[in-house]
Each structure stands twice: as C-alpha cells, then as structure tokens.
C-alpha cells in the first residue's frame, strides 16, 4: 500500500491488526449516521448525525493506518487532525474542530441553537469527506 507517511502518537492510537470486513463495518457505519443526517428535517439531529459520521469516519481511516484511537480526552481532536493529514486536506481540521466545539456546547454547556443553513453547510461539508475518504481507500486497493 502506498501510505502517506503519517505518525501515530501512542497516547492516542494504538496499533492493531484490523482486517477489511472490520475496516468496511466501521465505515458502513459512518454512511449509516450520514444517511441518518440526510433523511432527517432537524437541524440538531443533521447536526449530530453529521459529526458523528465524520469521526466514525476518520476511525475508519486510522483503521485502515492499522491503528484503534484510544478513548481519551482529546480523541476526537486527533481523529480529525489524522483524517485531515492523511487526507491532505486542511479544512477538514478546520471545519471538523468547529463541529467538535459546537457540538461540546451543546452537550457540556446546556445547548446551543444550530439553524438549517448551518446544519445543511456541515452536512455537505462531511458528504464530501466521506467521498474523499472513499476514493482515497479505493485507491489504495482496499475492498471498498
């Protein structure tokens, strides 16, 4: 395989053997949650839905890398900086951390209002990552 030549911390991942059908499952489950955004009128759930496919995506990835992201604080800021190296894609860093800030307002600071136009803008923004990430994992003569 012709990876790009990405370090992984150890604080954060933890080298594992993953086979294709586990790297498949992962990633079959991301499409599920944006399929879940997609379908659904709701700008909070399009949101939720959203962030949660474009993490469960970048687990996929590092997956892919050999590597478990190890439930820590601070995870999911290292799932998207692994996601936007490998990508080579520095929006999705950008972007990815203002859904991840947001979405911790929501949760830790008693809510936070997202409109339809925001909701939609992530939803499009996580489609096109998705798409990335699966052309990327076809090119490198995965099973996807």
């Known amino acids: 395989m012709n990876f790009n030549k990405i370090s992984f911390d150890s604080k954060f991942f933890q080298k594992t053997r993953f086979d294709s059908r586990t790297i498949s499952k992962y990633f079959k489950n ?14 909070e759930v399009i949101f939720k839905f959203s962030y949660e496919a474009v993490i469960k995506t970048g687990i996929a990835l590092i997956a892919f890398y050999g590597y478990r992201v190890k439930s820590r604080r601070g995870h999911h800021i290292k799932i998207l900086e692994k996601l936007s190296q490998i ?8 972007i990815g ?3 991840r800030k ?18 939609k803008d992530y939803l499009n923004f996580v489609k096109k990552v998705i798409e990335k990430t699966q052309r990327y994992l076809t090119s490198q003569k995965s099973l996807f």
């Not at 990508?87 to 950008?94: A, G, P, Q, S, V």
């Not at 947001?102 to 909701?119: F, P, W």
């Open 30 to 43: 991301s499409l599920k949650d944006l399929k879940i955004a997609t379908e659904d009128k709701r700008p």
């Open 102 to 119: 947001k979405r911790n307002l929501d949760l830790y600071e008693g809510g936070v209002m997202i409109s339809s136009k925001e909701a």
């Open 97 to 99: 951390e203002a859904m």
């Open 87 to 94: 990508l080579r894609d520095e929006d999705i860093k950008t």
